[in-house]
């Protein structure tokens, strides 16, 4: 199965924007559907966006929608969530997920069972 590292976190004031990357090892990357997911300490990981193994479909948790784009590239193994318009409500620790075949409609942590480290992303002025 592939293995997932994100890169791109950081801190940004109200407003602004970040690009996340995960990229994942392996020759298999196009059979999985991909998601984003942020966990604050103390609650459980939450859902932010999925898209489909072609890239053709996403999903977003509705406080993101308008703000956050999921993208992927299955060449380069690589898939992207580009934020702006980014609030202090938005700090959190990033996760990347992955499961083979899957379904972008997947907005459960359990439904995914390959995961990144994690990546920081504070909002703050």
């Known amino acids: 199965q592939v293995q997932l590292v994100e890169s791109g976190g950081g801190l940004v004031q109200p407003g602004g924007s970040l690009r996340l990357s995960c990229a994942a090892s392996?020759?298999?990357?196009?059979?999985?559907?991909m998601a984003w997911f942020r966990q604050i300490p103390g609650k459980e990981r939450e859902f932010v966006a999925a898209?489909?193994?072609?890239?053709?479909?996403?999903n977003y948790i509705d406080s993101v929608k308008g703000r956050f784009t999921i993208s992927r590239d299955n060449v380069k193994s690589t898939v992207n969530l580009q934020m702006a318009s980014l609030k202090p409500e938005d700090t959190a620790v990033y996760y990347c997920?992955?499961?083979?075949?899957?379904?972008?409609?997947?907005?459960?942590?359990?439904?995914?069972?390959?995961w990144g480290q994690g990546t920081q992303v504070t909002v703050s002025s």
């Open positions: 898209i489909s193994r072609g890239g053709g479909n996403t």
């Open positions: 392996g020759r298999t990357f196009s059979s999985y559907t």
């Open positions: 997920a992955a499961v083979r075949i899957g379904d972008y409609r997947y907005s459960k942590a359990t439904a995914y069972d390959v």
